[in-house]
């Protein structure tokens, strides 16, 4: 047993322990894991997925899906994109296999033509394309891209086309928004609060955190320091 080991189970414990463990990993290497724990056992958590898979954007400077697929072989020695297949399915499956891809398979033409066409356009366009593409979308149809989604699909597949949309048009105002879910009630969600804080906290926290002040200006919720109940143990 390591030196770091035996005094990280000397000091730490709880919540506090997971929140340190997470730090000591780099970003896109904790969420590995954290797909991993999310498909491991007999159940699969479909909402843990789609939070952490349907938020990448590939653009240069960000986490993107291609350092999530090398870190979980790294780690796991295990294909993400064939776990994900296994232990997912229908139209699910669909949008976040295609999330995975990093390029358009060419060929493989076994989806309806309808539902692939939707799938690339939100897994593969850019934000600011995908931000014009809903205007246009808008203007052409009479109503916003979330009402269509939710008139057409339902469950998980709903929940990961609004994930994508709302990344699209505000990534940061959407990780404020799980922030807020994350503590509001009577009890605090300390491992989506750690998640979120450790994964996002390089790259979109301060636009997150500033969204946050607005929620909080408004009375919707105290902030992550004063709402988390992390057990701090000072090591001696």
């Known amino acids: 047993m390591s030196i770091l080991t ?21 970003p896109c290497e904790y969420e590995a894991r954290e797909l991993q724990k999310a498909m491991k056992g ?9 939070e952490i898979l349907c938020t990448r954007n590939n653009k240069v400077g960000t986490p993107c899906v291609t350092f999530l697929r090398f870190f979980f072989s790294i780690v796991f ?7 994900v297949k296994s232990d ?7 949008i976040l296999v295609t999330v995975l891809e990093v390029r358009l398979r060419a060929g493989e033409g076994r989806w309806g033509t309808e539902e692939l066409a939707f799938n690339v356009v939100l897994a593969k366009r850019s934000y600011s394309q995908l931000r014009a593409t809903f205007q246009v979308y808008e203007k052409v149809c009479g109503k916003d891209i979330e009402e269509s989604i939710k008139s057409e699909t339902s469950g998980d597949l ?8 709302s990344c699209a048009k505000d990534c940061p105002g959407y990780f404020a928004t799980l922030l807020h879910k994350s503590m509001k009630g009577g009890g605090t969600d300390e491992e989506t609060l ?6 996002r906290s390089e790259v979109g926290y301060p636009a997150s955190h500033q969204r946050w002040e607005k929620y909080k200006s408004k009375g919707y919720g ?3 320091s004063r709402s988390c109940a992390l057990s701090t143990h000072s090591a001696q």
């Open 6 to 26: 035996k005094t990280r189970k000397r000091n730490l414990s709880g919540n506090f322990e997971k929140a340190v463990l997470a730090l000591l990993d780099l």
């Open 42 to 50: 007999a159940g699969t958590d479909e909402s843990l997925l789609i």
């Open 222 to 224: 105290e902030s992550p």
């Open 158 to 165: 709903e929940k990961a086309y609004l994930t994508l949309v």
């Open 194 to 199: 750690i998640r979120i804080l450790v994964t």
């Open 77 to 83: 020695d295990r294909d993400l994109e064939s776990d």
């Open 88 to 94: 997912t399915s229908g139209s699910l499956q669909k």
